[in-house]
């Protein structure tokens, strides 16, 4: 069994630069640069990857490249502490109904909220986290692949899960919608 994800990868570079414009000195245990991603659609324990990937490949096939804006801060509860975020979704209608639409194929839920996952603080250190995250600039990328990612929990650095790409699959060629 393997725990799997469908995700949204940005260039490195964007990573870099979200993550470089987090302040270390909050006490805030930001998400390292590597690890940022947009989940799509959470599989959990997956007992045939191969057919998951070959499914998320011809769903991905099916949709054109989407224009993804990365930006508004936000937060959630989880676990007793709080999930700090940035808003990851469509530059415009037809694109966030595109990735809606993707989300879907790829399994998820409902309730799906497109974000970008920043850090897990204790609810003490919300405002401060939420403020950081709030000054981080907005950024637009065109997405042209989906990523099927393995993750492992607790065997990266710090304890943190470990997260290594299983497959890309390519959206269908041609103009963003």
Do not use: N
Not at 111 to 122: D, E
Not at 149 to 155: F, P, T, Y
Not at 162 to 174: F, K, M, T
């Amino acid at each position: 069994m393997r725990r799997l994800f469908t995700a949204l990868i940005p260039p490195a570079a964007v990573r870099k630069a979200i993550r470089g414009a987090l302040p270390e000195a909050l006490g805030v245990r930001w998400a390292p640069a590597e690890q940022l991603h947009v989940t799509l659609a959470f599989h959990g324990a997956v007992r045939d990857a191969e057919a998951l990937t070959e499914r998320i490949t011809r769903a991905a096939a099916q949709h054109p490249p989407v224009l993804l804006r990365i930006g508004a801060a936000g937060s959630f509860d989880h676990h007793g502490g709080s999930v700090v975020w940035l808003s990851a979704d469509g530059a415009a209608a037809t694109d966030r109904e595109a990735l809606r639409a993707l989300a879907r194929e790829c399994g998820a839920s409902p309730r799906y909220t497109p974000h970008l996952t920043l850090a897990r603080v204790h609810r003490s250190r919300l405002a401060p986290a939420l403020a950081a995250a709030a000054a981080v600039d907005p950024v637009e990328i065109l997405v042209r692949e989906v990523s099927v990612v393995e993750s492992l929990l607790g065997a990266g650095p710090g304890g943190r899960a470990q997260y290594s790409e299983v497959a890309r699959a390519p959206l269908r060629a041609g103009p963003a919608v």
